[in-house]
Every structure is written in C-alpha cells, then in structure tokens.
C-alpha cells in the first residue's frame, strides 16, 4: 500500500501486511496479490478514538425527536404537539431528545406534558442524558411510580437503558449502529470506548457476527454487572470471544454525580438561584458515597479492572480522588469539568488519565456563566490538565455530542464556535496536542504498529492561529481508513 506518511520530510512509502505496518521507506512494493491505494499529496495518522460514547444510545438518536435549541419547557411541548399532529398512528411511544433545562426558569411537569399527548407515551430525553421528562402513560408503560416532574440520575439511568427496547426492533438498531459506525469510519474512526448501560460485553460479539465490524470497541460495565464479569474472569484488555479481536473488555464505569445541564452536578459552593434547580439539592447531588465508591473500586481494581469514574463538578472528582487514592484504582476520571488545580495535582500523581469532551464547552459556556458564576475559569482545564501531567483522552459522549473528533479537537484548540473570543482561552490546546489526545496514545505512525490508520486530505497541523487551526479541524476530510489493515472507508 502506498501512502504519504506526515512528517516525513518526503513523501514515504508505507507497506502493510499481516495488519501491521510492516515497512516505511521510498520504493516499497506490495507483494504479490495486494494493493495499492495512490495516496500522493497527503497525511497518514494513527486512527483515531472516541473515548466515552452511549453506542445504542447515539445509534437511535436520528429516530428521535430533535428538541435541541428548545429555550423553555413551553417550546418543547409546543414542539412535541406539532409531532404528535403529523403522526398518523397513536400506538408507537414517541421519544424525544436535547432539551436542555439547566436554565430554565420553572421545573418540568408531568402534568403539562399530559395536557399535550393525552394517553400517548411520550418520553423525553435531556441533552446530557442525565434526566428524562415521562408522560403519565410512560411512566405506567416503564412500571414506575407516577411522579409529576423530570426523573434524574439514579432514578432515571434504568429508564434510558430500556429505551431502545422499548421503542424500536433489534432491526432498527441494527441499522442504526450500521450508519452511525459508517459515519464515525468517514471521520477516521478507528475505535471506541462504549459507556452504554446495557450489556455491553453480552451485546458486542453479537454485533460483530452480524457484520458491524469497522471498529475496534471496548466496552464497559457498570455496577449492576461486575459480578457477572468477575465470573465470566474478564480483565480490562481481554478480547471478547467472536470479535475477532476487534472488543475488548474496558474499564468499570461508574457515575458519582450529575451535570450542569441538569443542575445536578456535585459542587462545592451552591448553583446561582436563578433557573429551576432543585431547592433540596443547591449543590447538586452525589449519587455514589466515598465509602460506597471506594469499596466498588476496591473490588474491580482486585479483579484487574480500570476504573472510568464519572464526575463533573468538584466537590464529586474531590470525592472521587479519595476513593482512588484508598482503593488503589487505575484508569480515567470521565468529563472532569469543573476542577481546582490541587485536583488535578492529585490526578496527575494518581495516574489518572482525563477523559474529556472538549465539545460540551460549546454547549455549556452560557450556562456555566448562569449558574456557576465565577467557576468559567476552572471550567475544562485541558491545558492545565496536560501541562500538570495528566494524560488527557478526547471523546464525544454521543449522543450528548457527535461522534466527531475533528469537532473535540477543534473545539479545545479555539474553545468558541461562533463570533465571541474564546471562552478561557489560557486552557487552549495546539493541534497537535489536541490530534495527539486522539489516537489512544499512539505517536506517529511507526513500523510494527497495528494497521489502524487514517488517511487525511490536508496537513492536520496547518494553521498560525487557534482559529486558523479549528478551521483546518472542523473541515477535514478523511479519505480512507483503516481497521487491522483493512480499509473501512475509501474516497480517493
């Protein structure tokens, strides 16, 4: 196969065999039966990651009613009502998704929702993820007990996991899992680390042998499944059998808190009183206790598991860094969005790895400035983080987010998306820091490296200013990619 390298001072040859880059130099040749793609003119990168996607979730995304922009609870019934209208049965359960309430001046209503859909099951699911808004025929259709207002976090997690159960045949996902894998190929996509509530280790090795098989996965597991993979004697890293080594076992997930759109995050100093925030919880809520934290990393550090801990605000990544520090637990701290700079002292002299999501920034800088007034400069601390020794991990978590790396990395580059001054623009990152907290911790591409590469249309580097660089990553286009050697995308 031959394609230019970057960085090389000129274009290279790059053969692969075995799926594995098996020599880079001028002058290879293919043996005998292969191929080879003229990649003249452009730049070959290790593939790229997405450290913390919800698959099922994103993949049943596009069914869903959009109801992000939506500015108040009114705008969202005024939406689903028009829906309703155009539908021509009553007998499928509509689900929504991205309202965003953390600003809104009035909590949400069952009751008001009820006055929309009449007897419909409607569910409605926040932009984050971290609440849904049921009618009352939901609510009975999940077999909960009724409550007239959002369900949030503990409450709320099962619900989610059983929506596309609930909603859509295992055809659906199906083909919804088929397009958004296609998608994040086309983005140079070569793997992903799946947060999904379902079970994620029984589901995967199913989906290869169906044919969903462009990208490497490691899946998670929650507390409610660690017994079942401590029997089963799986370790993170372990391939997963029928994947054809494409899964793999990944980290024990864990969420400790809530979010900022949900107003649910556990923080230090209170939430501004403006919004409808819950009046019990002025600082958020911590779902999972030091002590209780502590001893299920204990058991999943013991049964060789990493930890993803999930944790947004900084009374809970304070919280967190205890239990880590007490039981001993490697891995990631997931989003760390509002932290102090002892904070990440202590995680970079854990260990930690910071798994973020650069583009939640874009969605959470007006909110952050509503309700956590005086926070925005400890608010996505990336540079911070690298420069104190924290090994950073971009990622989405799709369906908060796209799958869409060149999106994360553009955004912790120049940290705006519109026409204001970047938002803390002393956290910004270079290109090549934000490209290099992309590809799993790869370097460039080297001889015996696994064949999982992307092909890149223009120099990812290029660009004097943040600007100049987000523009230049935000309008990348990949022209082929890679998995194991095999091509999983082609626009040459």
């Given at each position: 196969?031959?394609?230019?390298?970057?960085?090389?001072?000129?274009?290279?040859?790059?053969?692969?065999?075995?799926?594995?880059?098996?020599?880079?130099?001028?002058?290879?040749?293919?043996?005998?039966?292969?191929?080879?793609?003229?990649?003249?003119?452009?730049?070959?990168?290790?593939?790229?990651?997405?450290?913390?996607?919800?698959?099922?979730?994103?993949?049943?995304?596009?069914?869903?009613?959009?109801?992000?922009?939506?500015?108040d609870a009114q705008a969202v019934l005024d939406r689903v009502a028009a829906h309703l209208h155009s539908l021509a049965t009553e007998s499928i359960t509509l689900v929504g998704y991205g309202y965003r309430s953390g600003g809104w001046p009035r909590p949400v209503s069952t009751a008001d929702l009820d006055a929309v859909c009449g007897r419909r099951a409607v569910v409605l699911v926040a932009g984050d993820g971290h609440n849904g808004w049921l009618s009352s025929a939901a609510q009975r259709l999940f077999g909960v007990e009724p409550r007239d207002g959002a369900f949030d976090e503990t409450d709320w997690f099962p619900l989610w996991a059983q929506l596309a159960a609930l909603v859509g045949s295992p055809e659906e996902v199906t083909h919804g899992l088929d397009a958004v894998m296609t998608q994040a190929s086309v983005k140079g996509v070569v793997g992903i680390v799946d947060m999904e509530f379902d079970d994620a280790t029984g589901t995967w090795p199913?989906?290869?042998?169906?044919?969903?098989?462009?990208?490497?996965?490691?899946?998670?597991?929650?507390?409610?499944?660690?017994?079942?993979?401590?029997?089963?004697?799986?370790?993170?890293?372990?391939?997963?059998?029928?994947?054809?080594?494409?899964?793999?076992?990944?980290?024990?997930?864990?969420?400790?808190?809530?979010?900022?759109?949900?107003?649910?995050?556990?923080?230090?100093?209170?939430?501004?009183?403006?919004?409808?925030?819950?009046?019990?919880?002025?600082?958020?809520?911590?779902?999972?206790?030091?002590?209780?934290?502590?001893?299920?990393?204990?058991?999943?550090?013991?049964?060789?598991?990493?930890?993803?801990?999930?944790?947004?605000?900084?009374?809970?990544?304070?919280?967190?860094?205890?239990?880590?520090?007490?039981?001993?637990?490697?891995?990631?701290?997931?989003?760390?969005?509002?932290?102090?700079?002892?904070?990440?002292?202590?995680?970079?002299?854990?260990?930690?790895?910071?798994?973020?999501?650069?583009?939640?920034?874009?969605?959470?800088?007006?909110?952050?400035?509503?309700?956590?007034?005086?926070?925005?400069?400890?608010?996505?601390?990336?540079?911070?983080?690298?420069?104190?020794?924290?090994?950073?991990?971009?990622?989405?978590?799709?369906?908060?987010?796209?799958?869409?790396?060149?999106?994360?990395?553009?955004?912790?580059?120049?940290?705006?998306?519109?026409?204001?001054?970047?938002?803390?623009?002393?956290?910004?990152?270079?290109?090549?820091?934000?490209?290099?907290?992309?590809?799993?911790?790869?370097?460039?591409?080297?001889?015996?490296?696994?064949?999982?590469?992307?092909?890149?249309?223009?120099?990812?580097?290029?660009?004097?200013?943040?600007?100049?660089?987000?523009?230049?990553?935000?309008?990348?286009?990949?022209?082929?990619?890679?998995?194991?050697?095999?091509?999983?995308?082609?626009?040459?």
């Amino acid at each position: 196969m031959d394609l230019a390298s970057h960085g090389a001072e000129a274009p290279v040859d790059v053969l692969i065999e075995g799926g594995r880059v098996s020599a880079i130099g001028s002058g290879l040749r293919a043996s005998p039966g292969g191929w080879v793609v003229d990649a003249s003119g452009r730049w070959l990168v290790p593939g790229l990651w997405d450290q913390h996607v919800h698959m099922t979730q994103w993949a049943t995304t596009a069914a869903r009613l959009d109801l992000s922009g939506t500015p108040d609870a009114q705008a969202v019934l005024d939406r689903v009502a028009a829906h309703l209208h155009s539908l021509a049965t009553e007998s499928i359960t509509l689900v929504g998704y991205g309202y965003r309430s953390g600003g809104w001046p009035r909590p949400v209503s069952t009751a008001d929702l009820d006055a929309v859909c009449g007897r419909r099951a409607v569910v409605l699911v926040a932009g984050d993820g971290h609440n849904g808004w049921l009618s009352s025929a939901a609510q009975r259709l999940f077999g909960v007990e009724p409550r007239d207002g959002a369900f949030d976090e503990t409450d709320w997690f099962p619900l989610w996991a059983q929506l596309a159960a609930l909603v859509g045949s295992p055809e659906e996902v199906t083909h919804g899992l088929d397009a958004v894998m296609t998608q994040a190929s086309v983005k140079g996509v070569v793997g992903i680390v799946d947060m999904e509530f379902d079970d994620a280790t029984g589901t995967w090795p199913g989906r290869f042998e169906a044919g969903l098989d462009r990208l490497r996965v490691r899946t998670s597991v929650y507390a409610e499944g660690l017994e079942g993979v401590f029997a089963a004697g799986l370790r993170t890293g372990d391939v997963l059998v029928g994947t054809g080594g494409l899964a793999t076992m990944g980290p024990f997930k864990i969420i400790t808190d809530g979010s900022l759109g949900t107003r649910t995050a556990h923080t230090h100093e209170p939430y501004s009183p403006s919004g409808a925030g819950d009046a019990a919880y002025p600082n958020g809520k911590q779902n999972v206790s030091r002590a209780e934290l502590t001893e299920l990393l204990e058991a999943a550090t013991a049964h060789g598991l990493e930890a993803a801990v999930h944790t947004i605000g900084d009374a809970a990544a304070q919280i967190a860094l205890d239990a880590v520090a007490a039981s001993g637990a490697r891995g990631s701290i997931e989003h760390a969005q509002l932290m102090t700079r002892a904070g990440i002292e202590r995680m970079a002299g854990l260990g930690l790895r910071a798994s973020v999501q650069p583009a939640h920034l874009l969605d959470d800088r007006d909110l952050t400035g509503a309700i956590w007034p005086g926070r925005e400069d400890r608010c996505f601390m990336l540079r911070t983080m690298l420069d104190l020794g924290v090994q950073l991990a971009l990622g989405s978590d799709a369906p908060v987010a796209r799958l869409d790396p060149w999106l994360a990395m553009a955004a912790a580059v120049h940290r705006t998306a519109d026409e204001r001054e970047p938002w803390v623009p002393q956290e910004q990152l270079t290109a090549a820091e934000a490209l290099g907290a992309s590809v799993d911790g790869r370097g460039t591409v080297a001889v015996g490296d696994v064949a999982d590469l992307a092909l890149l249309d223009a120099d990812p580097l290029a660009g004097e200013t943040p600007a100049e660089s987000a523009a230049v990553l935000r309008g990348m286009r990949v022209k082929a990619t890679l998995v194991a050697g095999r091509l999983t995308h082609l626009d040459l």
